[in-house]
């Protein structure tokens, strides 16, 4: 019995298909091709496919787009693509190019661009060239978000004012205070602003009257000084700073300060009536600083502590003892407590319950999570959750979390016990992780 093949389809019959689709459809198809190789492939498909590619708006040029290519400049084949669109909004491209490729790319489409996203750091070393990549950005103007990876500004870039420009993020820089300063004030309008991976920077001073939303991380030795000027601000998150200042918080909605390498000694802030989140990370906090935050917080309605020890100076110390009613009765919003080792176990001294008023009630806290690190006060410990149980009138959830909890120490097993025990009692509310 013999099979006969079926015959290919020829090529010229796809092709046909492909220039009948309606224009609508061709058009939804290339909108969702970005990456630049995806690109020069399509344009392959058809005629009628290669005319619709000057009417793309946004090229993707990713790391390793160039690896397999040789005999051809990665500025030459960007080039070519960039000249290419009639008006190209968005540009992202993360495989090496020099600068004078760069300017002239943004020669040709820096008026129409208002996204642009570059990877500059294979030249992190050669600081001439990275300073002319950033000069060469001014062509640009019109520009509403800037992304850079690995910035070396060693000068202020010769920029003018991007009045459109909203959203500025730098991943990776060294510079200095006076220089990131200077960089800024060309964009008068920024509301978003994200400094990640930041090197060489002692004393900031960020003014920018838009700001909305502020990311900042500090590398080194965690002794960065910050002040923010921004009325408009509405969410913070510090990493790496030891001195804080920010005296305009009238709208400010969340707020997060780390210091995993120093010791955060100072926070000035207005007044936090509109604070919904709070979050304090780090190995040491001066008490002061601590006390303060948890003063100005009395609205908050998701508070997440995690300070492993207190001290005004480099030694260690352990946290004072707190109150758990006149804690809760300074935050009657509190919703969601995120609590962790050392403030936990400051909650649970032994003279906190004592003489409970029998109106005492913790009136709108839902979700708590507690970690728990060691089984010394066990029952100290006990009774709090207990009472957190009992006054919190909507609490509907409890996570317990055993962390690192040394399994050689005698009572251990005892106080595990126990938190099943409790576990089991309240089963529709508590859980162990």
């Not at 344009?43 to 290519?69: A, G, Q």
């Not at 948890?294 to 110390?317: I, N, P, R, W, Y």
Request: with cysteine; hydrophobic share 40%; charged share 20%.
């Amino acid at each position: 019995m013999y099979h006969t093949r079926k015959p290919k389809t020829p090529l010229i019959f796809f092709i046909k298909k492909m220039d009948s689709l309606p224009d609508a459809i061709v058009q939804c198809i290339l909108i969702n091709i970005t990456n630049a190789k995806d690109v020069a492939s399509t344009s392959c498909v058809s005629k009628r496919w290669k005319e619709s590619i000057p009417y793309l708006n946004r090229l993707v040029f990713t790391r390793n787009m160039f690896d397999n290519l040789k005999n051809c400049s990665p500025d030459d084949v960007v080039g070519h693509m960039v000249s290419s669109i009639n008006r190209l909004e968005e540009l992202v491209v993360y495989c090496p190019f020099t600068g004078p490729g760069l300017s002239s790319w943004l020669s040709l489409a820096g008026p129409s661009l208002w996204r642009l996203e570059l990877k500059l750091d294979d030249n992190l070393i050669d600081m001439k060239s990275c300073s002319s990549k950033l000069d060469s950005i001014a062509a640009a103007i019109n520009l509403e978000s800037l992304k850079l990876w690995g910035v070396n500004m060693t000068h202020c870039p010769n920029w003018y004012i991007f009045h459109k420009l909203r959203n500025l993020e730098i991943v990776g820089t060294v510079t200095d205070d006076s220089i990131l300063h200077a960089a800024l004030m060309a964009f008068p309008n920024l509301s978003n602003l994200l400094l990640l991976g930041c090197e060489g920077l002692k004393h900031v001073f960020l003014e920018l009257p838009q700001l909305e939303v502020c990311n900042l991380d500090f590398n080194g030795l965690g002794n960065c000084s910050l002040t923010v000027n921004s009325p408009k601000l509405q969410h913070l998150q510090v990493q790496g700073c030891s001195w804080i200042r920010v005296p305009q918080t009238q709208l400010l909605r969340n707020l997060s300060i780390s210091n995993t390498s120093g010791r955060v000694i100072f926070v000035d802030f207005g007044k936090l009536v509109a604070l919904e989140s709070l979050e304090m990370r780090g190995v040491q906090w001066c008490w002061s600083a601590i006390n303060k935050m948890l003063q100005l917080a009395s609205e908050v309605k998701h508070l997440f502590m995690k300070v492993e020890f207190t001290g005004d100076s480099d030694a260690l110390q352990p946290f004072p003892e707190i109150d758990i009613v006149d804690f809760f009765n300074s935050h009657p919003k509190l919703i969601k407590f995120d609590i962790h080792g050392a403030m936990f176990a400051a909650l649970c001294q032994r003279n906190s319950l004592k003489n409970v008023d029998y109106r005492f009630m913790i009136p709108c806290l839902e979700e708590v999570v507690v970690t728990v690190r060691s089984p010394l006060n066990a029952e100290q410990k006990m009774s709090t959750l207990e009472s957190l149980i009992n006054y919190g009138k909507k609490l509907r959830k409890m996570r317990i979390k055993i962390l690192q909890m040394k399994s050689s120490h005698s009572s251990t097993d005892d106080f595990f016990e126990e938190i099943c025990r409790f576990t089991r009692m309240n089963r529709r509310i508590v859980s162990i992780e």
